[in-house]
């Protein structure tokens, strides 16, 4: 167990429609990361919050918004589903300041979600 | 640009035997490096890490050893068991602090 904590597990919903996903990072990081996990893609890197602020970006679609809240929880906003996007979604945290370049990430069980 | 690959996507091995999983990247600017081995339904698990300054690194039962003049990277594991079997990814960092390029993986099965 990480202690990297993700909901729901699972998530089916229609194309259109738009879900939240949430992350409790490990007690004390205040990095969070968020994956998607595809099986042409692989492991993608998304978007990045320290301790309640966008840090970086990655493959993210304008459709998909993250936040990070003063509690460090973060939610992974994913709007106007489409079918491609069905995937994994990890969550990672770390406890490494933004101006270090260790980077260890502990990585969430994920969060599955399908497009109908 | 950034990339990160596996060299074989499956690899099959006897329980007791030695694994090594390869690794290329091509990224010149990373200076960190990470497998993680990845359960069906779960999430990535760290297993070793390495720096560039470093050319090996040891775990218990796992040593990785990074080769910076090819720019590969393998993960061996000895005495390899039925709980190692799994996906295995590398990762290097691109000289970033937040971000981690994951290569495609390799599936690794122990046979009993």
């Known amino acids: 167990d990480s202690g990297v904590t993700q909901t729901p597990k699972h998530l089916i919903t229609a194309t259109g429609q738009r879900v939240t996903l949430r992350c409790s990072p490990r007690?004390?990081?205040?990095?969070v990361y968020w994956y998607q996990q595809s099986l042409d893609q692989g492991l993608q890197f998304l978007i990045q919050?320290?301790?309640?602020?966008?840090?970086a970006k990655g493959n993210i679609l304008e459709r998909f918004s993250a936040q990070q809240f003063p509690d460090l929880h973060s939610e992974l906003n994913l709007s106007s589903l489409e079918l491609g996007d069905s995937a994994l979604y990890f969550c990672?945290?770390?406890?490494?300041?933004?101006?270090?370049?260790?980077?260890?990430?502990?990585f969430g069980p994920g969060t599955r979600l399908t497009v109908l | 640009g950034e990339s990160v690959g596996l060299h074989l996507p499956t690899l099959s091995v006897q329980e007791g035997d030695n694994s090594i999983i390869n690794c290329a990247y091509s990224?010149?600017?990373?200076?960190?490096f990470i497998w993680y081995k990845q359960e069906s339904g779960k999430g990535p698990q760290f297993i070793i890490d390495?720096?560039?300054?470093?050319d090996k690194r040891q775990g218990q039962r796992v040593t990785v050893l990074l080769n910076k003049t090819v720019k590969h990277l393998s993960l061996q594991i000895a005495a390899t068991q039925p709980g190692d079997s799994a996906v295995y990814f590398c990762?290097?960092?691109?000289?970033?602090?937040?971000?981690?390029?994951f290569g495609k993986g390799t599936l690794l099965t122990v046979n009993p």
């Open positions: 990672a945290s770390s406890p490494r300041t933004s101006g270090d370049s260790y980077n260890e990430q502990f």
């Open positions: 990762a290097e960092n691109g000289g970033s602090n937040y971000k981690l390029t």
């Open positions: 919050y320290y301790n309640g602020e966008e840090r």
């Open positions: 990224n010149s600017a990373s200076d960190y």
């Open positions: 007690s004390g990081d205040l990095s």
């Open positions: 390495i720096r560039s300054n470093m």
